[in-house]
């Protein structure tokens, strides 16, 4: 009997959950009423907090890990000089003062990272949370991984049977029947949030 339960266990695989820092980040951030008088985005640091413990008690997982941006450089801007060229603009006209935000939510995802001593917060010099997440799923077959993310730039990963998305908005897993086909979409219609051209429009 001892022998059929270390062989269950053995065969058990490894529940990892990938958060997709940043995602989470924006879209708390945008998910709260804009309010001047909070110059220290309590409200959305609340609103941080309550998602992270939310994801915890309903996957309950092995391990965890945040995935986050690097600061120092994206390989794809060696690549293609524009790539995310529309950003700039695009948060001088928000109503949110980036210049005093991501000082204080550094600060405050340090925090996070200090006090979280059971989940790992994964950053890459010039990766993005996307190549970590990637890397991961492809390098780690013998985990059952779930990603909370509501980013379609992952459908390609449906591919690999060790890979599950979230939604945490609808609360259901997203379902990609032909992540080849999400893939190739991708590419030949391109990313207007990533300042990607379609092929028909590119000159490089």
């Known amino acids: 009997m001892i022998e059929d339960y270390i062989d269950e266990q053995k065969t058990t695989k490894e529940k990892v959950l990938l958060v997709d820092l940043h995602n989470l980040s924006m879209r708390h951030l945008f998910a709260q009423i804009?309010?001047?008088?909070?110059?220290?985005?309590?409200?959305?640091?609340?609103?941080?907090?309550?998602?992270?413990?939310?994801?915890?008690?309903?996957?309950?997982?092995?391990?965890?890990?945040?995935?986050?941006?690097?600061?120092?450089?994206?390989w794809r801007k060696s690549i293609y000089e524009n790539y995310k060229g529309n950003r700039a603009a695009a948060r001088e006209s928000s109503v949110i003062d980036f210049n005093s935000f991501f000082p204080i939510n550094e600060k405050f995802i340090a925090g996070l990272e200090k006090c979280m001593k059971n989940s790992q917060f994964l950053t890459v010099p010039h990766l993005e949370a996307d190549d970590l997440i990637a890397l991961t799923v492809m390098n780690e077959p013998d985990w059952d991984i779930t990603l909370v993310s509501t980013?379609?730039?992952?459908?390609?990963?449906?591919?690999?049977?060790?890979?599950h998305q979230w939604d945490p908005i609808k609360e259901e897993y997203i379902q990609v029947l032909n992540p080849d086909a999400a893939l190739m979409e991708k590419i030949v219609l391109g990313d207007r949030s990533d300042n990607i051209p379609s092929l028909k429009k590119r000159s490089w």
């Open 151 to 163: 980013d379609k730039d992952f459908y390609q990963l449906h591919s690999y049977k060790n890979f």
């Open 34 to 74: 804009p309010d001047p008088t909070d110059i220290s985005y309590s409200e959305y640091k609340v609103g941080m907090l309550m998602s992270i413990r939310k994801l915890a008690r309903t996957f309950k997982p092995d391990r965890i890990i945040f995935c986050r941006e690097s600061h120092d450089g994206n």
